[in-house]
């Protein structure tokens, strides 16, 4: 069974910093793409980041670029996102979510996605 | 982009009714890389509908998908209780992926 489990969410103050995390299991996780989308209070959902198996092409949203960083550690079976520079406005749930096995797209499809973390900025 | 736009927002229906939810994309989708996703509250998103058409994994035969292009839909045959959710398009034939605004099943 694929399980994505995040943590290292939390509440941190306009202009600081946060690294969540991503535990997956029940897959190959070195073979697949990996993404993070978020999730704002009461809104609808929001592609993020996301990285190939092996770290070699790494792609962000605009309005996160040049803040936030993305990476893992395949013997960990780990998924990272380093969130610097926070604003209000990246208050979210984030969710960890696998590129799909079914399509050829190189733009990701989620087939498996954890229960998601919340960050709060705020001062 | 490619904007996804999602109707109704909210689709009242009773358990054993026919739900029909639409996703409009301001353009075409490259080879219907267009899946259907349902979210309950507290809970991870679920793929349902890949390509358009193809049921994920697991995924029970009232759900269906169809379309091509610029126009898709989601269709559940009969409503089971567990079936009221919200439902998110999502587009992955062009860069950056997008999601529509969901539309929410009630009872």
């Known amino acids: 069974e694929v399980q994505l489990v995040e943590s290292g969410g939390g509440l941190v103050k306009p202009g600081g910093s946060l690294r969540l995390s991503c535990a997956a299991s029940?897959?190959?996780?070195?073979?697949?793409?990996m993404n993070w989308v978020r999730q704002a209070p009461g809104k609808g959902l929001e592609w993020v980041s996301s990285?190939?198996?092996?770290?070699?092409?790494?792609f962000y949203a605009d309005s996160v670029k040049g803040r936030f960083t993305i990476s893992r550690d395949n013997a960990k079976n780990s998924l990272y996102l380093q969130l610097n520079s926070l604003r209000a406005e990246d208050s979210a749930v984030y969710y960890c979510?696998?590129?799909?096995?079914?399509?050829?797209?190189?733009?990701?499809?989620?087939?498996?996605w954890g229960r998601g973390i919340l960050v709060t900025v705020s001062s | 982009e490619i904007v996804l736009t999602q109707s109704p927002g909210t689709l009242s229906l009773s358990p054993g009714e026919r739900a029909t939810l639409s996703c409009r994309a301001s353009?075409?989708?490259?080879?219907?890389?267009l899946g259907w996703h349902q979210q309950k509250p507290g809970q991870a998103p679920r793929l349902l509908i890949y390509?358009?058409?193809s049921r994920a994994t697991g995924i029970p035969d009232r759900f269906s998908g169809s379309g091509s292009g610029t126009d898709f839909t989601l269709t559940i045959s009969r409503l089971e209780p567990e079936d009221f959710a919200v439902y998110y398009c999502?587009?992955?034939?062009?860069?950056?992926?997008?999601f529509g605004g969901g539309t929410k099943v009630e009872i």
């Open positions: 990285i190939t198996s092996s770290s070699t092409y790494i």
């Open positions: 999502q587009q992955y034939g062009s860069s950056p992926t997008t």
């Open positions: 979510a696998k590129k799909d096995s079914y399509s050829g797209s190189s733009t990701p499809l989620f087939d498996y």
């Open positions: 353009q075409s989708v490259s080879s219907s890389y």
């Open positions: 390509g358009a058409s």
């Open positions: 029940g897959f190959t996780f070195s073979d697949y793409t």
